[in-house]
């Protein structure tokens, strides 16, 4: 599946412990290299290589601060023209450059001020999550905000072949663009609050999943009442088609035509995503990948690798 170098490079460049190195060549299908194999690549601890180590805490917060960085110079750039603060981006792996981004010529003023608040909100994000990380923080990869939008678009059918999809150019697209981001945090948050063991980490998983939803309402509530509904649901399929079989995502128009505003099962409860499924998404690959789509080179940290669903 992998070659011996990718493992090491993984391996090496991601793992917050030696339980994350652990657990991570057995999330990652790697048993097929066995004791021997897996001994030149972590050392002494081979005979417990195939233990059932949970991932760590901080290997948790890690992956949800490289979402944060994603959110954070979308938003920053869309409002200011900038990206984040250098200072905000260093850690452990490679520190990346950010790949297009300009600032939307908004028409809208309300438009304007959510986009400015929720640019704060995810600055804050990034900077509470490197705050309670310390040391152990990981910084910001290699981050693509202009083919990937591209890519994303042409996958949904929102654009043709030959056709190219900037997020930055008009507050509509703007709109969309952040629609690919919202709802995958949202579910992102809660697929991993039960992997999280310290109370104190998940009380705050659980403040940011609340207002990452806040968001979500305000950028799905927006779609609506511009009319940009059937826009917003092809990229709701699109997500469907690189996370898994089930159903679950849901646009923000009913198959009748009327408004989804609120995405939940049954019983009204949000629905989340793996770990694994955030990654097929944001690399735009359905399969078992460890980079692509907005995140280019990986992302830093030791959950990189995404769910096979093709």
Known sequence: MFGRKTVVDMINRSAENENDRRNFLKKAGLTGMGVVGGAALMGSNATTAMADDPISDGAILNFALQLEYLEAEFYSYAVNGTGISSSLTDGSGSIGRVTGGAKVPFKTK??????????????AHV????????????????????????????????????????????????????????????TAYKGAAPLI?????????????????????????????????????KISNARDSLDGKTDDDQGILTSSGTANLVPT??????????????????????????????FPNSVNGTIRVSTRNS
Not at 169 to 175: C, M, R
Not at 277 to 288: E, K, T
Request: hydrophobic share 45%; no cysteine.
């Open 197 to 233: 063991s310290n109370k104190t980490y998940l009380d705050a998983a659980a403040g940011i999943l609340s207002v990452e939803a806040y968001h979500a309402g305000i950028v799905r509530t927006s779609l609506f009442t511009k009319g940009l509904g059937a826009a917003a649901n």
């Open 265 to 294: 099962d049954s019983n009204a409860l949000v629905y989340g995503r793996t770990p694994g499924q955030v990654l097929n998404i944001v690399y735009l690959n359905p399969g078992q990948v460890s980079e692509g789509g907005f």
């Open 110 to 123: 309300a438009i304007q001020q959510y986009a400015a608040e929720i640019a704060g909100d995810e600055l």
């Open 127 to 186: 900077k509470f999550l490197r705050t309670a990380l310390g040391g152990a923080k990981t910084a910001r990869p290699n981050i693509d905000l202009k083919s990937s939008f591209t890519k994303a678009a042409q996958a949904a059918g929102l654009i043709g072949a030959g056709q190219s999809f900037n997020p930055f150019a008009d507050e509509d697209s703007f709109l969309l663009g952040a629609f690919i981001f919202e709802d995958v945090g949202v």
